[in-house]
């Protein structure tokens, strides 16, 4: 489960932003990106990709005024198992950019993992909501979850979010094209892998991330 990053601004972003195609200044930048709330996704349109704003919880429940958190579905994060019977798979995936992530096993001994500076992104889902008394509209999104990685198994068993390294710029286009609906095209992302080396280290707790040990590497595996 990946319950915790950040997007800082750097020039790493900056120029991952300007290979995708849209405008980096354009993203929501938070040191602690929290589920339920405001992040920044890219999506693929027909012309080029868009930056846009979503509620970091795929399933939304109506109120009054507006749209929360759907309180019986968890969801900031959908299980790679579950992608087959999502239409959001088939019709709207998403980008989320990071600079990294945190892990825990069981809500304990969390770790801040990055990839050595670089700029990345989740792959993920999202949904369009529209309040029918206001009229407003919404985004939310979730990130894919991947198996666990072996090479992980002590910072975070159960799984691995879905991840798009920098040098993967085509595969991202590939990933946001709107009219790719033939999702066999897609398996070979749906892989859990460490395409670079991982830069680890444990923190107090996910919201502030203050290191609390060294730094270790985790290894890219062989390709």
């Not at 800082?8 to 040191?31: E, T």
């Amino acid at each position: 489960m990946c319950g915790r990053f950040n997007l800082i601004q750097s020039p790493a972003v900056l120029q991952l932003m300007q290979d995708l195609g849209v405008a980096g200044q354009q993203l929501r930048f938070n040191a602690d990106c929290a589920p339920c709330n405001s992040i920044s996704i890219i999506t693929g349109e027909p012309e080029s990709p868009s930056v846009r704003d979503a509620i970091w919880h795929l399933y939304l429940e109506a109120t009054a005024t507006g749209f929360k958190p759907h309180p019986r579905y968890w969801s900031i994060n959908t299980n790679w198992q579950q992608l087959a019977k999502k239409r959001e798979f088939n019709l709207s995936r998403c980008l989320i950019p990071a600079t990294s992530f945190v892990e825990s096993q069981d809500g304990k001994r969390p770790h801040q993992l990055s990839f050595a500076g670089e700029a990345f992104c989740f792959g993920g889902l999202y949904k369009t909501w529209t309040h029918a008394q206001t009229g407003e509209t919404v985004i939310s999104a979730s990130i894919i979850t991947l198996p666990g990685h072996p090479k992980l198994e002590h910072i975070h068993r159960k799984s691995l979010p879905l991840i798009f390294n920098q040098d993967q710029t085509a595969d991202m286009q590939t990933w946001l094209d709107p009219m790719l609906t033939n999702t066999e095209k897609l398996q070979p992302y749906l892989i859990s892998q460490l395409r670079l080396p991982l830069t680890a280290i444990a923190v107090d707790k996910s919201s502030t991330m203050r290191p609390t040990g060294e730094q270790f590497i985790i290894a890219a595996d062989e390709m």
